[in-house]
């Protein structure tokens, strides 16, 4: 088959597309596991997979289906009976498929050849738990640890966060301003600094060369004065209080405002009829300074000797940046990577790395090239250059096979290029067809996808106008040329397609007076808009699905907040976390917080503010931390919360039962995997940085931001937010350079109106103005092109004299008005509202009960040991103990037989040492430990699941001996298990009775084997 690019515009079939050449790869005898199709996310591979089985499906029973498929290139001769084998093929192969994401192929290659990846043998993928806690911990390492002169561009960020956010996300924002320094300071080139000079200007830079600020300062004012006997007295006053003050001022502190102003007077150039350049102070001719050749190089020499100051403290603060950053890195990489934990960037980065040595083509590459002949790449658009570094080794092999058997196949689309930020890089998609052709391989553009399939007429023209030409508006909203030629080479003219010809629909631009509605209102001006319209349309209650899209996941939250409280039912896309997103999971968090720590002043404001709490007793300040203290360590922090549920008066508030539920059902994991050390600060830990995946509702109003709307379609979407600007970087901007695709060094970013005075950081300034305002763009028109049958586009309303260059401008540029509207406005009457029953609201109104007896969670093991017969359930226990018994377990599972292995005794605590020599000395020990004569499997530290009587229980095997006949099927099994417990082994043998039997039903269910057959014994440590 052909070697192809596909440009597919938004809601073209695209999908469609690539289950098309996946079923005529099939149809061809291609094997399924020899077709390497990938995407972005999970959902996404599910969707294709899902698709591909439908249509063949489909084709097998429906001859009007199979008729469909047979006008496809390739697939007239295709037959019910040939559907049906592709069928079982695919079936057979389930398992084997090269079909997911793009993360996931790449963690399977590590897996594979993990030593010729440069990986650890036995790594495992890093939980968002543990990468969250790893950060935190190196954080506060390197707090506690430099000096404050080493911290001052993490000072300086803090007070920038201060600043914009609030003290409530200093530290939140301070780690995600980390973890962005960490992603950049990993795609520096390794024996590059940040900061180094030489690097960034090959040819030197004229700004570091120049002298001091004062004589030049001063050999300026003579020459003016010289030049200029006549100056006017306001002139000539302006003049000299900017000389002066830019001779005074202390470099490298940051400019006042009037040094500001005066630094870009020095730039303020105007050209006369004749030519003449000169620098105004007023109207007036005698007011002006004409740039002389005795003026202009000093003028020019002033500039860059201001700005010296402030770009070798840039450098400085760089390199300063650069090595916090290894030190960051170095504490991560032994927390994290030499634990034995990767997470899908590592093996990323590790795999790019190896893509380049010819070592590993030959080896691993060589290898994995050989198990995939056709490769299928959906959303291109979004592909880093790291990841393309490493597919492009095993497509190159593809295109260059000179039989023609194997194939290449690529889709996307530019315009909806949105994850920039996330490393993908639209460029590629455009670079590497002609990277491709320049090489001499064999690839063409398919024909392009510019039939809608998903949205109606009205819509479309919507879309066209708003997003066809930006050439008339480019100059006004100061889109660079570079960026309207990016776009205007991804836009093609969107086409309604006959299946959507007919559907009658509206599209609505809406611009919202700032003051509009009652001050007193819920919501802001745009929100309480978002109400009206879904009010007016309900389409939960229609049958049609409805999405609101917000710039941001804050503003989610508040639109949510808001429509409950008006009795619409609504669903919050993605991963959220429901514990903390309510003023009750507030409330809870600082109930807790304040019974921790009884001097939190923010923490007794929240509590102070629901008017629930006092049903809690908060009132009486230390009988109430007495009292939850008391009941965390005897019931656990279910039963806790649970009490103060069932005290809230929520009956009236379908969302904040929810949100109880949710936080109650966080709480009980987190007692069912509580540690005896564990306390409140790791149980807020545990609930602040939980996060769960809503899943797709229906009947409801969906609200979600503009990137998790992205492969979506719904009936009806409302947007606003676009005109807003959204949540930047509001730390030290540190720009990688000369390009994304060759980094060679890194710096810290002067403001632009000092940048341009330097080619090089000039140049970096302007590609990324080119890049930041196509992803603006981008997302426009990912927003816009969401909908089906009516689309809604919110923004505020601009004055009379605007100067505006945000989205609200760009609509009134294109549609010449303040607002707009095509198509029926009433077109959701022709969709009945249904039987009143099926009305969620309604069926939501129901007492309050938790959902976690029905929630299906593991059960451990040891959750069946016998309790002591009275004192607390959670009593704190010593954490040296807990430590010692960690340490004496590993110890032990190191040992496979006694006779062969023994610990190292060097990496044990003297304690722990003692009692490992006493227990391997015991008699029953040694047996236990002693090779046995027959075949034997042995399992030790085995992780296990199983279903028992329906309860699934999870858990880990100290030591199991699997006997086995002489064809290696098991015969019967000893489960052995370590216990550290002081007291009498009779005793110790009852308590944990219980936990044994289920270890041996657990071996039982994995084996295959009869009770009878299967034996426990706990071995006494002490």
Aim: aromatic share 8%.
């Amino acid at each position: 088959m052909t070697n192809q690019r596909l440009i597919a515009n938004a809601g073209s079939g695209k999908t469609y597309a690539l289950t098309t050449r996946m079923i005529q790869l099939l149809a061809q005898g291609v094997e399924p596991c020899k077709i390497a199709a990938l995407t972005f996310t999970r959902k996404s591979a599910g969707e294709f997979l899902s698709a591909v089985f439908k249509r063949l499906a489909e084709a097998a029973r429906d001859p009007k289906k199979l008729a469909d498929l047979q006008r496809e290139d390739g697939l007239a001769n295709l037959d019910a009976a040939r559907c049906r084998a592709m069928l079982a093929a695919l079936a057979m192969q389930i398992g084997r498929l090269g079909m997911g994401t793009i993360d996931s192929l790449f963690a399977r290659i590590a897996r594979a050849f993990p030593l010729e990846s440069g990986l650890a043998e036995d790594f495992a993928m890093a939980g968002e738990g543990e990468i969250s806690s790893a950060r935190e911990r190196t954080l506060a390492a390197l707090f506690a640890n430099e000096s404050a002169t080493s911290l001052s561009d993490f000072i300086d960020l803090l007070r920038r966060i201060n600043r914009t956010h609030g003290e409530r996300d200093v530290f939140k924002n301070l780690l995600k301003q980390t973890e962005s320094l960490h992603a950049k300071f990993l795609a520096t080139p390794q024996g590059s600094t940040w900061g180094d000079a030489d690097l960034i200007w090959e040819n030197g830079c004229a700004i570091l060369k120049s002298g001091p600020v004062a004589p030049i300062a001063r050999l300026l004012w003579d020459a003016i004065q010289s030049e200029h006997p006549n100056l006017r007295a306001d002139a000539f006053q302006t003049w000299q209080t900017g000389i002066t003050l830019a001779e005074q001022h202390p470099y490298p502190k940051p400019f006042s405002e009037d040094l500001k102003n005066f630094f870009k007077k020095l730039s303020n150039e105007r050209t006369t009829d004749d030519g003449s350049i000169y620098i105004p102070s007023g109207n007036a001719h005698a007011a002006r300074v004409f740039l002389t050749p005795a003026i202009s190089p000093l003028r020019d020499e002033l500039r860059l000797a201001m700005l010296k100051p402030e770009f070798e403290s840039l450098l400085q603060r760089s390199r300063s940046l650069h090595a916090l950053m290894q030190k960051f890195e170095d504490s991560y990489d032994s927390l994290v990577r030499s634990a034995g934990l990767v997470t899908f960037s590592d093996i990323t980065d590790s795999l790019a790395r190896k893509a380049g040595v010819e070592a590993w083509r030959l080896s691993a590459g060589y290898r994995i090239d050989q198990k995939f002949d056709h490769w299928l790449l959906d959303e291109f658009q979004d592909t880093s250059r790291p990841q393309w570094k490493i597919l492009q080794t095993f497509i190159e092999e593809v295109l260059a096979n000179p039989e023609g058997n194997r194939g290449f196949f690529y889709v996307g689309d530019t315009k909806q290029a949105i994850y920039s930020w996330r490393g993908g890089d639209p460029n590629l998609f455009f670079e590497i067809f002609e990277e491709l052709k320049s090489k001499g391989y064999p690839i063409e553009d398919a024909p392009p996808l510019d039939e809608s399939y998903r949205s109606c007429q009205a819509i479309l023209d919507f879309v066209n106008t708003v997003f066809g030409d930006l050439g008339p508006i480019k100059t006004t909203l100061e889109i660079p040329n570079a960026t309207a030629g990016k776009w205007s080479s991804a836009w093609r003219e969107h086409i309604v397609s006959p299946k959507t010809r007919t559907l009658d629909g509206y599209a609505e631009w809406v611009s919202i007076p700032k003051n509009a509605g009652d001050d007193d209102e819920e919501g802001d001006a745009p929100d309480r808009k978002i109400l009206q319209i879904l009010e007016t349309t309900e389409p939960w209650k229609r049958g049609l699905s409805c999405a609101v899209l917000k710039r941001d996941n804050n503003a989610v939250a508040d639109l949510a907040s808001l429509l409950q409280s008006k009795g619409i039912p609504v669903a919050i896309e993605g991963k959220t976390n429901p514990c903390v997103d309510n003023p009750l999971g507030a409330a809870f968090i600082a109930a807790l917080r304040l019974c921790a720590s009884p001097d939190d002043n923010v923490a007794a404001i929240i509590v102070e503010g629901f008017p629930a709490t006092q049903a809690w007793g908060v009132g009486d300040g230390w009988k109430f931390r007495r009292e939850t203290l008391a009941s965390l360590a005897q019931s656990g922090f279910a039963a806790t919360i649970r009490q103060w549920a069932d005290a809230a008066d929520i009956a009236n508030e379908p969302f904040l039962k929810d949100r109880a539920a949710s936080f109650l059902l966080a709480a009980e994991e987190f007692d069912s995997c509580r540690k005896s050390s564990d306390g409140i600060p790791d149980f807020l830990r545990f609930v602040e940085n939980r996060q769960t995946q809503e899943n797709e509702a229906t009947g409801v109003v969906r609200i979600m931001n503009v990137h998790q709307s992205k492969g979506l379609g719904f009936d009806m979407v409302i947007v606003s937010g676009l005109d807003k600007k959204g949540g930047g970087n509001e730390g030290p901007k540190l720009a990688l350079g000369p390009s994304a695709s060759d980094v060679k060094w890194g710096v810290l970013m002067p403001a632009k109106e000092f940048a341009v005075h330097d080619t090089v950081l000039d140049a970096q300034v302007k590609n990324e103005e080119v890049d930041d305002k196509f992803g603006e763009i981008c997302t426009a028109y990912v927003a816009l092109t969401r909908a089906k049958k009516a689309l809604y586009v919110l923004t505020n309303e601009l004055g009379p004299n605007t100067s505006a260059k945000n989205f609200a401008r760009h609509l009134l540029l294109q549609f010449g008005a303040s607002s707009t509207s095509i198509g029926n406005a009433s077109w959701y009457q022709a969709h009945a509202i249904g039987d009143a029953s099926t009305d969620p609201v309604a069926a939501a109104a129901h007492p309050f009960c938790s959902p976690l007896h029905g929630t299906p969670k593991p059960s451990s093991p040891s959750d069946s040991k016998a309790e002591p017969a009275s004192g607390p359930k959670f009593a704190t226990v010593s954490l040296d103990a807990a430590a010692l018994g960690t340490e004496v377990h590993k110890a032990l599972a190191g040992i496979e037989w006694i006779d062969s292995c023994t610990p190292d005794w060097e990496s044990l605590s003297i304690p722990a040492a003692n009692l490992v020599r006493g227990f391997m000395d015991k008699p029953a020990v040694r047996e236990a430990l002693t090779r046995p004569t027959n075949p034997v499997d042995l399992w030790r530290e085995r992780a296990f699941d199983v279903l028992l009587d329906g309860q699934w229980i999870s858990g880990v095997f100290d030591r199991v001996m699997v006997h086995q006949s002489p064809d290696s099927r098991p015969i019967s099994a000893i489960v052995c298990d370590f216990k550290t417990d002081q007291g009498n082994p009779v005793d110790i043998e009852a308590r944990y009775e219980g936990q044994m039997k289920i270890y041996r039903q657990a071996a039982c269910k994995l084996l295959g084997l009869t009770e009878a057959q299967v034996k426990s014994q706990i071995l006494c440590v002490r």
